[in-house]
């Protein structure tokens, strides 16, 4: 043993677990303190992924990503190589129209957590939307909040059947080609909508439950590009 190393629990601080004692005797405060810590932290952290599509080849999907279209229409989803991505070379886009195309990753299975994602609207007569799904049980049930560069708003709704049904709107700065940090926080019924960090919406909702995958999504002739997503679960 390296006699020069530091010790790593003195006498008069954990005794008991130098020694190899009993721990049903007095603990001192520093012990009870690390391990609650510790507790919490393995309770409410039990994953977390990021996916930037920097190592993902120009024209393909990252693995595990599944697009489609809840409604009708021809999506177009694929990675591009964008000099403006802001965690360089590339973004995810959507460049085809469709009643709400989408995109997600199916082996994110989260009840509760968070999803995000840097969207940037770049074009779009009819529609120039991003937003993030979680809960994803099929084409037909999730739930979705977007940021609308055309309407200056950040909407939640519930998707059901296939039929997108509104829960809020609120009035939000969304500008069209510039990239906006949109985050969703949900735990239970508990929903929570940030954009470039502020929260613009707050609020219960029990229409979709249980585990569903995440990704994100867009309306119509939206043309728009997605980088940095991540999420996790607790």
């Keep these: 043993m390296d006699r020069n190393l530091p010790k790593i629990c003195s006498k008069d601080l954990c005794t008991p677990l130098c020694a190899g004692e009993a721990l049903d005797g007095p603990r001192h405060p520093g012990i009870t303190l690390a391990l609650s810590i510790a507790m919490i932290l393995t309770a409410t952290v039990v994953f977390a992924g990021v996916e930037n599509f920097d190592a993902v080849t120009p024209g393909t999907l ?38 709400f195309p989408w995109c997600v990753k199916k082996s994110a299975q989260i009840t509760d957590g968070f999803v995000e994602v840097k969207v940037k609207p770049l074009a779009g007569r009819e529609d120039q939307a991003g937003g993030v799904l979680w809960r994803f049980k099929d084409g037909d049930n999730y739930y979705v909040a977007r940021a ?63 585990a569903g995958a995440v990704g994100v999504w867009t309306k119509a002739d939206s043309v728009t590009a997605f980088d940095d997503f991540s999420y996790g679960g607790q």
């Design 62 to 99: 990252p693995d595990d990503w599944t697009c489609g279209v809840t409604g009708k229409g021809s999506p177009v989803w694929k990675v591009e190589t964008d000099s403006s991505a802001p965690s360089k070379p590339n973004i995810l886009k959507q460049s085809g129209t469709g009643t």
């Design 148 to 210: 609308n560069a055309l309407e200056n708003n950040v909407s939640l709704y519930h998707t059901e059947k296939g039929r997108r049904i509104t829960i809020k709107y609120v009035t939000a700065s969304v500008s069209a080609n510039q990239r906006h940090a949109l985050r969703v926080e949900f735990s239970g019924s508990a929903i929570k909508v940030r954009l470039d960090g502020t929260q613009y919406i707050e609020l219960k909702d029990n229409h979709i439950t249980g």
